[in-house]
């Protein structure tokens, strides 16, 4: 089955600067690339998605970016904001819906 | 359009006892996911629905869990009997698909459940 990792576990960033966050996937087959952003105590959100026949999608300061060959795929934040800060989940999916671990993304004032 | 609705949002229990979770998807969408996610961890898939089919189930506790998806809609979890490592959130989720395009997965509020 799919594993998906991701990495850093936590970031901690400077308000106004950027944040990064890579994911890979095992399963070849995998063909849409997810980003939910998770608040304490709150659902998982959607903030960006990316399908297998796209290498870049940007939504004004989010852009995130995949790598078929590699089977990597990465967040982009720039410009963080306090508001940036929570638990980001990337997942990968051919006809289940899998996981990574989660990045704890804090920005400082 | 109204969102993925799950009942109930808390629940504590003895070990042993058992528990049950309602989900109900977002109207006219054909995959329920059923996810555990346990504190400072990433959503673990315990089953996915298409329709009334199951997808996927590689990751349920077969022996103590169980969950069905009558009709194709409305969908429970069971657990039976609970033990302590149960103590998680229960997410529910739904996507729709188009074209065999992979859709947005919309999650609902979650179930926390704690096993005493």
């Known amino acids: 089955g799919e594993n998906v990792e991701q990495h850093p576990s936590t970031l901690s960033v400077q308000e106004g600067d950027s944040a990064v966050i890579k994911c890979t996937y095992s399963?070849?087959?995998?063909?849409?690339f997810p980003w939910y952003k998770q608040e304490l105590g709150k659902r998982p959100q959607l903030i960006i998605d990316?399908?297998?026949?796209?290498g870049e999608k940007k939504d004004q300061r989010i852009a995130v970016t995949l790598n078929k060959t590699a089977k990597h795929f990465s967040l982009h934040i720039t410009e963080t904001q306090p508001e940036d800060s929570a638990v980001y989940f990337c997942?990968?999916?051919?006809?289940?819906?899998?996981f990574g671990a989660g990045t704890t993304v804090t920005v400082r004032a | 359009e109204a969102g993925v609705a799950q009942s109930p949002r808390y629940k504590i229990i003895e070990k042993r006892q058992s528990v049950a979770f309602w989900c109900n998807p977002i109207?006219?969408?054909?995959?329920l996911y059923w996810y555990q996610q346990i504190l400072g961890q990433g959503p673990k898939l315990l089953i996915q629905?298409?329709?009334?089919?199951?997808?996927?189930d590689s990751q349920l506790p077969k022996d103590r869990f169980s969950a069905e998806r009558l009709k194709g809609v409305d969908s429970t979890l069971k657990i039976q009997p609970a033990k302590l490592e149960d103590s998680a959130v229960y997410l529910c989720?739904?996507?729709?698909?188009?074209?065999?395009?992979?859709?947005?997965?919309?999650f609902g509020q979650g179930t926390r459940l704690t096993v005493v």
């Open positions: 399963d070849s087959a995998s063909n849409y």
């Open positions: 997942a990968a999916k051919d006809y289940k819906l899998s």
């Open positions: 109207s006219g969408h054909a995959t």
């Open positions: 990316i399908r297998s026949n796209v």
């Open positions: 989720a739904s996507s729709s698909r188009t074209d065999f395009l992979n859709t947005e997965a919309f």
């Open positions: 629905f298409q329709n009334n089919g199951v997808v996927d």
